[in-house]
């Protein structure tokens, strides 16, 4: 999409706009640490794809997974920051040139719940 970011999560955490969680739309990201509420340190970043559900890397797997906070609570409680790479404009342009979001795989649901494509993607989460 031709936007630069930095190479690591800690890094990409300090540029891009500040977003509230309850405000996260398509493409946001989400960066998180420790569940020590003290502790600022970043050590992980997602990807939100809306409803409540967000993509990440899985390390151990070597893979993509589609999480949902309401599924995974735990996850909320190691939000740090949310940060905005593309406006929304630029978002619906980059969307309206590549079309529907094709369905994503994912080949277990140990630590997840797999993205269905009946799932909308609302403009922010519902309140």
């Not at 996260?24 to 409540?52: A, C, E, M």
């Not at 151990?60 to 905005?84: A, H, Q, S």
């Not at 277990?108 to 922010?124: I, S």
Request: overall charge positive; glycine content about 8%; proline content about 5%.
């Amino acid at each position: 999409m031709g936007v630069p970011i930095p190479r690591v999560a800690r890094e990409q955490a300090k540029v891009g706009k500040y977003v509230k969680f309850k405000d996260l739309i398509y493409g946001d990201l989400i960066f998180f640490g420790s569940t020590y509420y003290k502790s600022r340190r970043i050590n992980h970043v997602g990807i939100y794809l809306g409803n409540g559900w967000f993509a990440q890397a899985s390390s151990k797997d070597k893979k993509v997974i589609y999480t949902n906070f309401k599924n995974e609570p735990r996850y909320r409680k190691r939000v740090k920051i949310c940060r905005r790479y593309l406006s929304k404009n630029e978002r619906e342009l980059y969307m309206t040139c590549h079309g529907k979001i094709n369905r994503a795989k994912t080949t277990t649901t140990k630590y997840t719940t797999p993205w269905q494509t009946g799932m909308k993607v609302p403009n922010k989460i519902p309140r």
